[in-house]
Structures are given as structure tokens and as C-alpha cells.
């Protein structure tokens, strides 16, 4: 299991580099961020969330978590529609709040047997793919916010970290 970055750590704010190729590098490493998502339990992972700066992001949206999808170099080449959801995110543990996206997207990638797939996402699986793509570009869940939202909602993370350092 790998530690989870937490915000504000600079890291998260990185537009993350393009992976040129599957490698057995590569390999290991989706296989490490499943085991680490799996265990948060999250429903999506993306690799600067294990200080890892480079495009790759795995989800699994099934109830019986045996729909692993990993995706090198994500790009959403279509959207449309709209849904709203309660997002939380494994960098900022505790926090919630509603986020609007689009609620149908194709996205293009390479899957972990170096073939350039695309696929339709719909609803859930399109959030959460939105939501990881986001990480690789250095952005949060909270920036989809208005200012005060947002200020809240850290400020609330914040109390939360220190609480947790008080209860060591
Ligand atoms: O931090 C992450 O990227 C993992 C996120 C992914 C996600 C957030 C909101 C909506 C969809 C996906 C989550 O923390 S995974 C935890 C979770 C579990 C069940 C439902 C929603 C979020
Ligand atoms: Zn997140």
C-alpha cells in the first residue's frame, strides 16, 4: 500500500508529464495504485496522489470492485449533459461537497496492455474519470467550488488535520 498525498501538498498542483510507454515500470505501479485505492476505499486513484507526477489514474466504479480500469495519458474528447455529485477525494479526507460536470464523456487513452482505447462514461464512471483526469492537470475537486464554498471547505480540512495531530 502506498501513502495518499495530502492537500496542500505542492505535488497535487503539478500538471503531471505524459507517459511515453507501457513498461513493466508502468505495470507495477497500476498494480500498486489499485491495491492502494481498493484499501483507502476509494473509487478512483490518480498517480500524483501517491507523489507519482505522471499520467496514469485507475477506477473502479463496480459494487463488487471487479471492474479495474486503468488509463494511461486520459483525455476527454467528447462531453455532454450534466450531473451533480456529492465528491469527496482521498487528499482531502473528510470533505465533501456537490460538483457539477458534464454526465457523458468519451474518453481516450492507453490501457495497461499498451492499447489506445476509447470509451464512453456515463454518470458515475464519468465523475469519477473527470474527477482523476482533474488530478493529473493539478486540480481539486474544491476549485469546481465558488470562493466562499471553497474557502469552507478547507478551512474545515484544515480544523480536521489539526484535530487529527491533537488526537497523536
Ligand atoms: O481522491 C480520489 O481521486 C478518489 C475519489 C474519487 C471520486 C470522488 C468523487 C466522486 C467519484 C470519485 C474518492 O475519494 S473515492 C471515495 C468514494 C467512494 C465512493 C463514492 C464516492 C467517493
Ligand atoms: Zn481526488
Known amino acids: 500500500k502506498l501513502d495518499i498525498v495530502l492537500y496542500p501538498d505542492s505535488g497535487l498542483r503539478e500538471v503531471c508529464k505524459p507517459i511515453a510507454e507501457m513498461n513493466d515500470r508502468i505495470d507495477r505501479l497500476i498494480d500498486d495504485m489499485f491495491y492502494t485505492m481498493y484499501d ?4 478512483g486513484l490518480a498517480a500524483p496522489q501517491i507523489a507519482v507526477q505522471e499520467r ?4 473502479d466504479v463496480s459494487e ?3 471492474e479495474p ?3 494511461l495519458n486520459p ?8 450531473i451533480t ?3 469527496g477525494c482521498l487528499s482531502l479526507p473528510g470533505i465533501y461537497a456537490n460538483v457539477n460536470r458534464p454526465s457523458d464523456i468519451i474518453v481516450r487513452g492507453m490501457n ?7 470509451l464512453e462514461a456515463n454518470d458515475l464512471l464519468a465523475v469519477c474519470i473527470q474527477h482523476e483526469i482533474d488530478h493529473l492537470n493539478g486540480k481539486l475537486f474544491v476549485d469546481h467550488l465558488s470562493g466562499l464554498k471553497r474557502m469552507r471547505a478547507l478551512q ?7 484535530e487529527g495531530d491533537l488526537d497523536e
Open 156 to 162: 474545515k480540512f484544515k480544523k480536521l488535520q489539526e
Open 75 to 82: 483525455e476527454i474528447i467528447r462531453s455532454a449533459g450534466k
Open 56 to 59: 496514469l489514474i485507475v477506477v
Open 40 to 43: 483507502a476505499p476509494g473509487i
Open 69 to 71: 480500469l486503468a488509463l
Open 112 to 118: 495497461r496492455d499498451g492499447k489506445m482505447i476509447e
Open 85 to 87: 455529485w456529492e465528491e
Open 64 to 66: 463488487k470492485k471487479n
